[in-house]
């Protein structure tokens, strides 16, 4: 029995399950920036803030990402590297608790109830850096290669789901216009992340560490066991055992390079998958959608929609999203993550031109069949985000690089994807106000612009192994081969039987 193309074993179980449970990291996330966009419109925060205006709530949003690049460069790979991917997880998480208890607890004066607000955004940040690579990272060491797309989109998945649970709790605040509700509505909203956060750090020490970070710290031992964890019933112990000595080949072939995380910049192989990297997440805030995600009710009034209905409007579209995500879970593994970009930006640029015509043809609401149109293409948007950069820019920059500057990599590519989100969450509020709908063409054109640069220089990684990369980008160390590694184990035990494995990492040997 299948699902997907992947059995119902023990192993799919457990793999679906705790990737699920990961993508609570990016659920609390995306419930963060989903909520946000009520929370600024909130007459309790405006309040606060003795009503902020445009540029000063573009501050508050774009802060954010400050955090994020910060722990980007500096904290996410260094965590991820040194504690393991789900200890790096549970510390991010508890960093994001901190940030968002600051903002919750925003009071005084204006500059100090701001003061409280901006630091705890970027420590929020700091800590969301942290998640965002450790998850997807995790994700996509412990999946088989040839459904390692579907278990990282979850990761997505699971953002998305934050981000409509954001929306609907901001529309449900609205019905809370008593005169306690119309003050503190926002900070209740803000503290609702605190209930997944805590399931996500009580279940964490239940899992096994990454089985390639286990044997780049050599626990060889833990490392076969996490891998039958994870493959029992849907691989025999000789392709278990194959995997093994595959990831020992990659970790040992690295090692002997001497190449350290400065190479990523030196090594044409290593800076051929950095730039790729960083190049899809810079390219996947500025399509636009970090842009829809925040400012997406705002969107919505200048359509035509009062404030209530424009937060519902927010929520339908985010919930439509979660079933987009879905879909994208189980194709990118069929058609690949090259199609999936290209398709996806050109649904985006196409509802963009949508927006930024219609508006133009029929200024000042004139016309409702077109503000309903620029509606339903807001939506088709969010299907081509969905299917494209949204998952797949994840999907793609954690699974192209070396175990040993896999998180290194991640992190400094989504620093890159951090100064995008800065940079449209400052313009979009001053474009919107000074430009209008012809904001959008900008947009369009970096969508259009994407379809070729993915189409002529990203190779297809569908269906390889992490450790198999190396055939698209090129070797670390071309005098080195990793066949050659295993070799001179296996001559060792050549008179102990056909069946034992040897380890490159410390010299030991398995048996069946």
């Not at 000595?245 to 002997?256: G, K, L, M, T």
């Not at 009710?297 to 200048?302: K, Y």
């Not at 088709?380 to 990599?409: C, D, Q």
């Not at 100064?419 to 430009?435: D, E, F, K, R, Y």
Request: proline share 4%.
């Amino acid at each position: 029995m299948q699902m997907g193309g992947t059995r119902f074993t023990k192993a799919s179980q457990r793999l679906h399950s705790f990737c699920l449970f990961l993508a609570l990291g990016s659920f609390i996330w995306g419930y963060n920036v989903g909520v946000l966009a009520s929370v600024l419109v909130h007459p309790g925060f405006k309040k606060t803030l003795h009503r902020p205006d445009a540029s000063l709530s573009g501050l508050i949003t774009a802060i954010y990402y400050l955090g994020t690049f910060t722990s980007y460069l500096f904290f996410a790979h260094p965590a991820a590297d040194k504690l393991g991917r789900r200890h790096a997880a549970s510390v991010g998480m508890g960093v994001t608790c901190v940030g968002q208890a600051l903002q919750v607890g925003a009071t005084g004066s204006a500059a100090q109830a701001l003061g409280m607000v901006i630091v705890g955004r970027i420590i929020a940040g700091v800590g969301t850096g942290i998640i965002s690579t450790s998850v997807p990272l995790y994700q996509s060491e412990i999946a088989p290669s040839k459904h390692r797309g579907r278990f990282v989109v979850m990761n997505h998945i699971g953002f998305i789901a934050g981000l409509a649970s954001g929306f609907w709790v901001g529309y449900g605040v609205t019905f809370w216009d008593s005169e306690r509700g119309l003050q503190v509505a926002w900070r209740y909203s803000l503290s609702v992340s605190f209930v997944p956060a805590f399931f996500f750090l009580v279940g964490l020490p239940f899992m096994h560490d990454s089985p390639r970070w286990l044997v780049e710290h050599g626990k060889i031992d833990e490392a076969f066991t996490t891998l039958q964890y994870y493959r029992e019933g849907y691989y025999t112990s000789d392709e278990i055992y194959d995997e093994l000595d595959d990831i020992e080949r990659s970790v040992a072939s690295f090692r002997v390079t001497g190449l350290v995380w400065t190479s990523m910049f030196a090594d044409r192989s290593l800076f051929a998958r950095m730039w790729r990297s960083a190049l899809l997440q810079f390219l996947a805030q500025m399509c636009g959608a970090t842009a829809m995600k925040y400012y997406l009710p705002a969107l919505f009034r200048a359509l035509g929609l009062s404030h209530r209905v424009s937060l519902l409007a927010g929520g339908i579209e985010s919930t439509l999203k979660i079933g987009c995500n879905v879909l994208e879970m189980f194709i990118i593994d069929r058609v690949g993550r090259r199609l999936t970009l290209v398709i996806g930006a050109v649904i985006m640029a196409f509802s963009l031109l949508i927006n930024g015509t219609l508006p133009l043809i029929y200024p000042n609401n004139s016309n409702t069949a077109a503000d309903y149109a620029c509606v339903v293409f807001v939506f088709i948007y969010s299907l081509g985000y969905s299917m494209g950069f949204g998952p797949a820019a994840w999907v793609y920059g954690s699974e192209i690089f070396p175990t040993a500057v896999r998180a290194r990599g991640l992190s400094f590519a989504a620093s890159c994807g951090a100064i995008g989100s800065i940079i449209v969450t400052q313009i979009w509020p001053i474009g919107i106000a000074a430009l209008g709908s012809k904001i959008y063409f900008f947009f369009i054109i970096i969508n259009l612009v994407s379809v070729p640069i993915i189409y002529i220089f990203f190779p297809e990684t569908k269906g390889r192994a992490l450790e198999d990369m190396d055939v698209l980008f090129g070797g670390h160390d071309p005098c080195v081969s990793s066949e050659h590694l295993l070799a001179d184990g296996e001559d060792e035990d050549d008179d102990q039987g056909p069946r034992r494995r040897g380890s490159p990492i410390d010299g030991g040997f398995w048996r069946d």
